[in-house]
């Protein structure tokens, strides 16, 4: 992972691969003209004032993701000058957003695969700001090539030929290396973004290798290490306590099913929040086959139990004066001849039943009993993560999650939490309406309803098993878990680690009081 650190250093004399720098769309004297952020001042002074003329001349405009390379003038032990783009330059008195810095700091981490060290001269007015660069440097640097020959292994090997290294250090100047603020920021930074590569780590990670018990087994290693308290319910475990829902959708696979429950607890703690994730090691759709063309990416279907562990993680290393309990509900969905069929009726954990119509949907199934198993504890607030429907991808795209809730101003603290940590999210309705689809013949509800609206169907039938009076929200993130594009900001191709930073704020909230 990148090293982080701070500096005051004069950006020329430090020995570094390059020097980043910002340059956005200017909005004040010459609307449209290129920009040279604050922290480049030196840059700029060495290029006589000319820098972004220079980077004009070279089709620079200031749009986000742009990268524009160019040498560092003379005096500069530093041979490179790479400018990334802002987007618009900020009204007057008013400072580059969180977000902007964040992506543009991602773009250059990535661009700058394969160097050593690089030094950041963004424009940071406060801690806030080189947290955010932080996250974006950790974030933009993530590869995952473990399964390359010339991988990660190589990479560790200082002989071995692999340009492909990620970052190895990022020096950033600009703020106040004693400052308490700051440290503090870089330090949280620190801590989600490894996490957050982490779940990252877990997703992209094919599913011949992660399996149920394999994800128990780390998760367990990992809550050791950082005093969270974990149980690991396996298949006979399950049996005897009932939860048909999890049993049912990993009945199917040679790989047992298992639900693990991860306990963070501070001594000052208020507030217990319940995290539940979806996770479902592949998702084949079972019995009722996923066709080829649908089948290829659903290793990222346990996406939610990855964002749920490493949320539970940060917020012990940060130690948040909140308890959090994570939920992982861990299944491989599969067909054969111990599967769920179409038709089976399933007695759930918490003792409604269940006619499966379609074993395709199997996430609300684990996270039935998971979520039924979280109300028990009576936690202040419930939020489960998922990669639920394919509807909600076709709603909201591939880059926004939706948010469901059974109580208004929980879904508004949830989104806003999304908006400020830079995740986009969108709220969605639960329509009372469209339950009676879910209406049976032969059990107390089906795992399917009507096909429009699929995305808000199946937030209903979760909302059927959390316990009276925990506020609740759902987020579907079924488009962002996974992205099938090319890489943009600090989102690398592959598993996203959407949600973490949403789970991780609506803790810092809750720790702070301020969640409602
Ligand atoms: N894991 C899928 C949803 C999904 C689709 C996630 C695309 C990521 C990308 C889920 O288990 C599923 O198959 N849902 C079905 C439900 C339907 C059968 C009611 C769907 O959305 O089609
Ligand atoms: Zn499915
Ligand atoms: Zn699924």
Not at 151 to 161: E, M, S
Not at 172 to 197: I, S
Not at 460 to 472: A, C, S
Request: overall charge negative.
């Amino acid at each position: 992972m990148t090293a982080l650190t701070l500096s005051t250093a004069a950006a020329s004399g430090l020995r570094a691969d390059a020097i980043v720098i910002g340059v956005a769309k200017g909005t004040r004297s010459k609307s449209g003209d290129l920009v040279v952020a604050p922290g480049a001042e030196a840059v700029d002074k060495a290029y006589d004032g000319r820098l972004a003329a220079v980077l004009e001349t070279l089709g620079a405009s200031g749009a986000e993701g742009e990268v524009t390379k160019l040498p560092a003038p003379a005096g500069f032990k530093a041979p490179l000058v790479i400018a990334v783009g802002l987007g618009a330059e900020p009204e007057k008195d008013e400072t580059y957003d969180a977000e902007a810095l964040r992506r543009a700091a991602g773009v250059a981490a990535r661009t700058l695969t394969g160097t050593k060290k690089a030094a950041f001269a963004l424009p940071l007015t406060d801690a806030a700001d080189a947290g955010a660069v932080a996250e974006g440097v950790l974030l933009g640097a993530y590869s995952f090539d473990v399964y390359k020959q010339n991988g990660r292994q190589a990479k560790n090997d200082a002989k071995a030929k692999n340009g492909k290294a990620p970052l190895a250090e990022a020096v950033l100047l600009g703020g106040k290396p004693r400052d308490a603020a700051y440290k503090g920021a870089l330090a949280r930074a620190t801590a989600v973004g490894e996490e957050l590569n982490r779940a990252r780590d877990l997703i992209n990670t094919p599913p011949n290798d992660l399996t149920p018990q394999s994800f128990a087994a780390i998760a367990q290693t990992a809550a050791k290490e950082h005093g969270i308290r974990v149980q690991v319910l396996d298949e006979k475990a399950l049996t005897k306590g009932g939860y048909g829902g999890i049993l049912g959708v990993g009945g199917g696979s040679a790989a047992a099913p298992r639900l693990v429950k991860l306990s963070y607890t501070s001594s000052k703690a208020k507030k217990h929040l319940a995290f539940v994730g979806k996770g479902i090691t592949y998702d084949s759709g079972g019995i009722s086959l996923k066709p080829a063309g649908h089948n290829e990416t659903m290793k990222c279907d346990m996406s939610g139990a990855a964002a749920v562990f490493a949320a539970v993680v940060a917020a012990a290393r940060l130690g948040l004066e909140v308890n959090v309990t994570g939920w992982l509900a861990l299944a491989e969905n599969m067909p054969s001849g111990s599967a769920v069929r179409p038709g089976d009726v399933l007695r759930m954990y918490s003792g409604k039943t269940v006619e499966v119509l379609n074993t395709d949907a199997e996430g609300r199934l684990v996270l039935g009993d998971a979520l039924w198993a979280a109300s028990e504890e009576k936690p202040d607030a419930i939020i489960d993560v998922a990669t639920l429907t394919g509807a909600m991808m076709l709603a909201l795209g591939s880059r926004t999650f939706g948010v469901m809730a059974n109580d208004d101003a929980f879904r508004a603290a949830v989104h806003e939490a999304a908006e400020e940590v830079g995740e986009p999210a969108w709220p969605m309705p639960l329509p009372e309406h469209l339950r009676k689809g879910m209406d049976s013949q032969v059990a107390d509800i089906a795992n399917m309803g009507e096909r429009m609206g699929g995305g808000l169907v199946a937030g209903l039938f979760l909302r059927e098993f959390v316990g009276e009076d925990i506020p609740w929200a759902h987020l579907d993130i079924a488009g962002p878990a996974f992205n099938e594009g090319g890489p943009f900001g600090y989102t690398p191709k592959g598993g996203t680690g959407t949600a973490v930073r949403t789970l991780v704020r609506v803790a810092e909230l809750a720790a702070a009081g301020d969640l409602g």
